[in-house]
């Protein structure tokens, strides 16, 4: 079963920061904090991941609080193209363990 | 980045027929892959975990004879949906973690593959 919490949907003005947050309150010590989005009809896209520290890529950013329960992903400038289905997911760095996905937030980007 | 390859995109066939589904890691080994399947307005759901050389490891209600899995090399794995019916109509998606041996690298997706059963 999925261990985190994401609201269902969520709606962002075209050019604004999209902050999409996700709760972990039983993440482990050695548990990541994986974010993925899925456009329809398509493969799930990697978008970032990280275990402690704030990460920031080319195509996001993402905040973890300090005791880890929580973090937020966060699209700079959102554009008509980040409208998806985003899924935070937390996966034990061992082994292969698969990821698991939830139900994920659906982001919609309003021009 | 890691691009994983997914063939065919989609198929529709009639039912009781067997349906192969390929998936190929393009620029990256990986002892290990994953495939999923997607029901309409569904998240993504594990099937399996295919490992290159051996058997793969089959989730609880996931009928292994029913869907037969080969990771033959370190760059494929198979999914074949045998004598598939309606009910076996979904989007599949393999995944495979790479490049580089980290635990910590993420999986990447292929395009998936949507089957419809008449």
């Known amino acids: 079963d999925a261990k985190t919490t994401q609201p269902t949907s969520m709606d962002c003005a075209e050019g604004r920061a999209a902050n999409l947050p996700c709760n972990h309150s039983?993440?482990?010590?050695?548990?990541?904090v994986y974010w993925y989005r899925q456009i329809h009809s398509q493969g799930p896209q990697y978008i970032i991941h990280?275990?402690?520290n704030n990460e920031t890529n080319e195509m996001a950013s993402l905040i973890i609080t300090e005791d880890r329960k929580s973090s937020t992903l966060i699209l700079p400038h959102a554009t008509l193209r980040d409208t998806a289905v985003y899924y935070c997911?937390?996966?034990?760095?061992?082994?292969?363990?698969?990821?698991?996905f939830g139900k994920g937030t659906r982001l919609s980007v309003i021009a | 980045g890691a691009v994983v390859s997914q063939h065919p995109s989609w198929v529709i066939c009639k039912s009781g027929t067997s349906v192969k589904i390929e998936c190929r890691s393009l620029d990256f080994q990986a002892t290990t892959m994953f495939w999923y399947r997607q029901f309409p307005k569904q998240s993504l759901m594990l099937m399996a975990t295919?490992?290159?050389?051996?058997?793969?490891?089959?989730e609880q209600g996931v009928e292994k004879d029913k869907f037969l899995i080969n990771h033959a090399s370190l760059t494929l794995s198979t999914l074949t949906v045998t004598s598939a019916h309606p009910e076996d109509s979904s989007f599949y998606i393999c995944?495979?973690?790479?490049?580089?041996?980290?635990?910590?690298?993420?999986?990447?997706f292929g395009d998936g593959t949507r089957l419809s059963i008449l």
């Open positions: 995944s495979a973690r790479g490049p580089g041996q980290g635990s910590n690298q993420p999986q990447h």
């Open positions: 990280g275990l402690k």
């Open positions: 295919s490992n290159e050389g051996s058997k793969a490891t089959y």
């Open positions: 039983t993440i482990s010590g050695n548990e990541y």
């Open positions: 997911i937390v996966r034990v760095a061992k082994g292969n363990t698969p990821l698991v």
